[in-house]
């Protein structure tokens, strides 16, 4: 994990750190943006966050990871090739943020989570909104939560570890000098 922690850092800290003045998700403004999907859309770039990813949960056993869109979507597909990659293939899933309202209707798409163990996911949390809205769907959905996992910690550690769920980071804002 050393090698691919360290060549993503480095990566992040060149394409994905943007200075300027932001509104977040969480309604906090920012001097920076961490845009994560500069990375895990760059081909050459997502392959790394993947395995850093699986590595960085690699103890947790899970079968399938996800979490709310558009943030999660990238990260579980990533760690999906590179688990296939591996010859240890987990599965994908995508939450959305209100129930489909046509065809299947569901609020969960891909394989089935209903009785299996899953992580989820996502790119950057500052409170954990996003992410904690993803894990109160699985449960409603019938899948045990094996913990939460995102690339960049901006802060939600707290109030999702408050939710008695296990929290990685790959890496805190720290890691990335802003």
Known sequence: MGD????LLV?????AVVRGDFVLSSGQRAGFYVDL???L????VAPLAGRV???LTS??????VGGLTLGADPVATAMMHAAAGRGTPVDAF????KDKEHGTRRRIEGPEVAGKRVLAVEDTSTTGASVLSAVEALHEAGAEVAGVAVL????????????????????ELADLGV
């Open 53 to 55: 990813m699986l590595d």
């Open 59 to 64: 103890d947790l056993g899970y079968d399938a």
């Open 11 to 15: 990566a992040i800290k060149a394409k």
């Open 152 to 171: 960049v910690d901006r802060g939600a550690r707290k109030n999702v570890t408050g939710h008695g769920l296990i929290y990685r980071a790959a890496y």
């Open 94 to 97: 995508v939450v959305r943020k």
């Open 4 to 7: 691919d922690r360290a060549e």
């Open 37 to 39: 999907r500069r990375i």
């Open 41 to 44: 859309l760059d081909g050459r």
